[in-house]
């Protein structure tokens, strides 16, 4: 979609902008083991914004014959708005596109196929387990144009699976686990049946566990979840309203040397990278932690005047709505311990898989309390077998100030590249 911005525009506006998209989506469902929906839909739409008088005005359509009243509406509703004195960019490049040709070979017959087989290779080694699988794909365009001149566009793709399973011993309570992928076009996914079965394995045996202050080692699953009480404080969002741990820190040294969190949204053949932001920003890489210091915050142009900060690009809206802070891949770096190896740090600790009731935690203070959904014991460097009714406590940022290790290796989670974490001792309660 292409807008000619001299269009009903106010005289008075200072300054306006115009973000068009368009996308095909399909999705597939299957639920206990069987197939359960497919959907396919397409969607289009702009949204315009105009700054008046020092005020922003916001309207959008999916009908490009009513850009005028549109236009007309959102130059009312500008005098509602908060005053905002940053100005746009006048120029973006589209350096690449997160986008793969290979999106166009999808095949909705294949996917189901897949699930199927998936489904399958589970059954096979477990008959009575039940799973939910879902396969979604998208395709589209992102397009911005603002009255500095800026005139850009880009294509966008998306592939993601995402699968969970139940299996339920004969002596022993239900055992869940899950994994997921996502990438810019169709893959395959049936490795990770052999990655479920083995979570499985690992935990048909319950053994016994004491409470006390033990080591503890999150995968990257579990990880990315504690990191997300760390990352809600790094968006400027949270910072201006004062209820980031973070505010009036930049600058300070908060974590362990071996700490270090990007924001990297050029980051090849991931769906969730961007040449430009949805205010037309250009797109960097960025530390928001570097070595335990305080860098960055992820920001729009909005919070970024408001902090006095810079905007890094990494502001994202849809047509419908107005721009928000928004991470794009976050990344940790490993360490120099292999994963093998870091079980075998402690002669007995236990290993996270996932968490029940973290999203309980005090982001502010960092305190958490959480149990344990799926974990391990881990005794002289090998699984022993699973802990089951225990919980872990702490202070998130009082742990990541201590002796911590990561493994060599990382893993995809969602849109974050993450490493397992070695923590020296956590409060755990069996």
Wanted: aromatic share 8%; glycine share 8%.
């Amino acid at each position: 979609m292409k807008n000619d911005l001299s269009l009903h525009i106010p005289a008075n506006a200072r300054w306006h902008d115009i973000l068009s998209t368009e996308s095909k989506s399909s999705s597939i469902s299957f639920k206990n083991n069987r197939l359960h929906g497919i959907n396919e839909k397409e969607n289009s739409g702009m949204g315009i914004r105009l700054n008046i008088d020092g005020k922003t005005g916001f309207s959008y359509t999916n009908d490009p014959d009513r850009m005028a009243e549109v236009t007309g509406r959102a130059a009312e509703l500008a005098a509602f708005g908060d005053p905002e004195g940053y100005d746009l960019p006048k120029k973006a490049e589209v350096t690449f596109e997160p986008y793969d040709e290979a999106i166009n070979s999808y095949s909705t017959a294949a996917e189901i196929e897949k699930g199927h087989e998936m489904i399958a290779l589970l059954k096979d080694r477990y008959p009575d387990i039940h799973a939910d699988l879902s396969i979604s794909v998208s395709s589209g365009k992102t397009r911005l144009e603002n009255s500095h001149g800026l005139a850009e566009e880009y294509r966008n793709s998306y592939y993601g699976f995402s699968i969970s399973a139940t299996y339920i011993p004969r002596e022993g309570s239900k055992i869940d686990v899950w994994d997921s992928l996502s990438a810019p076009s169709s893959q395959s996914f049936s490795h990770l049946a052999s990655v479920l079965i083995e979570k499985i394995e690992k935990a048909e045996v319950a053994v016994p566990s004491e409470s006390g202050r033990l080591p503890v080692i999150v995968t990257p699953r579990a990880f990315g979840r504690l990191l997300g009480i760390v990352a809600s404080g790094l968006d400027a969002r949270a910072v201006f309203k004062g209820i980031s741990p973070f505010k009036d820190k930049m600058g300070e040294k908060l974590f362990h040397d071996s700490f270090t969190i990007s924001d990297n949204p050029l980051l090849k053949n991931s769906p969730f990278s961007f040449p430009f932001d949805d205010e037309g920003v250009m797109a960097r890489n960025k530390d928001l932690i570097s070595g335990g210091i305080l860098q960055n915050f992820v920001t729009d142009l909005k919070h970024a005047e408001r902090l006095g900060i810079e905007a890094l690009g990494n502001a994202s809206r849809g047509y419908a709505s107005l721009p928000a802070p928004s991470f794009s891949n976050i990344m940790v770096p490993g360490g120099t311990i292999p994963y093998k190896k870091l079980l075998k740090e402690a002669p007995r600790a236990v290993l996270i898989e996932s968490f029940i009731g973290l999203g309980q935690s005090n982001t502010l203070t960092g305190e958490f309390s959480a149990n344990l959904d799926l974990a391990y014991l881990v005794e002289n460097g090998e699984i022993s077998g699973r802990v089951k009714d225990c919980m872990v406590k702490g202070n998130l940022f009082e742990l990541l100030k201590d002796d911590i290790a990561f493994s060599q290796e990382r893993e995809q989670v969602g849109s974050s590249l993450l490493p397992a974490l070695y923590f020296p001792a956590i409060d755990y309660t069996a």
